[in-house]
């Protein structure tokens, strides 16, 4: 199965995305994760890439569609994937369907949370991520067991740069201006479904999870 994660910034997709992949055992791509990683080694693109990101504003498209094409026509996938943060506006969406159709697959479904701005804005201001493993946590959701350290690994828990309220204002508002008019092209592709963002991260597993079973993706 083939599966798109679309919603704003906050709307929990990398949460979601992580306990989906790991049960129905499909890849988690997400180009958010790829792109902090490019940074972490001082990648070239992870050069260019943080810019945009320190700024809340889209990495170029060729960066993100090169790295994404790479993965998707993969030989690993054999059970499928579960992009997430990707595609974030409707030429990137145009590429991935070339990227699929030159490898003879398709996408299945795009999940998309409907998000309210005010869990967005409670979910992002309250992130905090390990610098060494990348966990997440929550500091009022999903507390770490003791403070500032990673339940996992004991790496240092840290706010993410761009989770900073002026980033996180300008993330939305990119969201709104280039990502939103995405929930269009797939609802008339008709492969768009639709469940709460606002769910905490337990009900909105059991959502999806139901739907995928319905729509006969498990
Ligand atoms: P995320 O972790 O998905 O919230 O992504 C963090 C940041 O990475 C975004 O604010 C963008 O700067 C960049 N990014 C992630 N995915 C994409 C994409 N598909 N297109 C452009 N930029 C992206």
């Known amino acids: 199965m083939n599966i798109v994660l679309l919603g704003p910034p906050g709307a929990g997709k990398g949460t979601l995305a992580k306990t989906l992949t790991k049960e129905f055992k499909i890849a988690h791509i997400s180009t958010g994760d790829m792109l902090r990683e490019a940074?972490?080694?001082?990648?070239?693109?992870?050069?260019?890439?943080k810019k945009y990101m320190d700024r809340g504003e889209l990495v170029p498209d060729d960066i993100v569609v090169s790295i994404v094409a790479a993965r998707v026509s993969g030989e690993d996938l054999k059970n499928g994937f579960l992009l997430d943060g990707f595609p974030r506006n409707?030429?990137?969406?145009?590429?991935?369907?070339n990227s699929l159709n030159?490898?003879?697959k398709k996408l299945d479904l795009v999940l998309y949370l409907k998000t309210s701005q005010?869990?967005?804005?409670?979910?992002?201001?309250?992130?905090?991520?390990?610098?060494?493993?990348?966990?997440?946590?929550?500091?009022?959701?999903?507390?770490?067991?003791?403070?500032?350290v990673c339940d996992y690994c004991?790496?240092?828990?840290?706010?993410?740069?761009?989770?900073?309220?002026?980033?996180?204002?300008?993330?939305l508002t990119v969201y709104e201006s280039q990502t939103r008019s995405l929930i269009d092209y797939y609802k008339q592709k008709g492969i768009l479904r639709e469940v709460s963002g606002d769910l905490d991260i337990e009900q909105l597993f059991k959502s999806a999870k139901m739907l995928f079973e319905r729509e006969g993706l498990s």
Do not use: W, Y
């Open 102 to 104: 030159e490898t003879g």
């Open 39 to 49: 940074v972490k080694k001082g990648a070239d693109i992870g050069k260019t890439a």
């Open 154 to 171: 004991a790496g240092k828990l840290i706010q993410r740069d761009d989770d900073r309220e002026a980033t996180v204002k300008r993330r």
């Open 118 to 148: 005010a869990t967005s804005i409670k979910r992002l201001s309250g992130r905090i991520v390990c610098v060494k493993c990348d966990a997440n946590f929550h500091l009022t959701n999903m507390p770490p067991r003791r403070k500032g």
């Open 90 to 97: 409707e030429k990137q969406a145009d590429r991935l369907d």
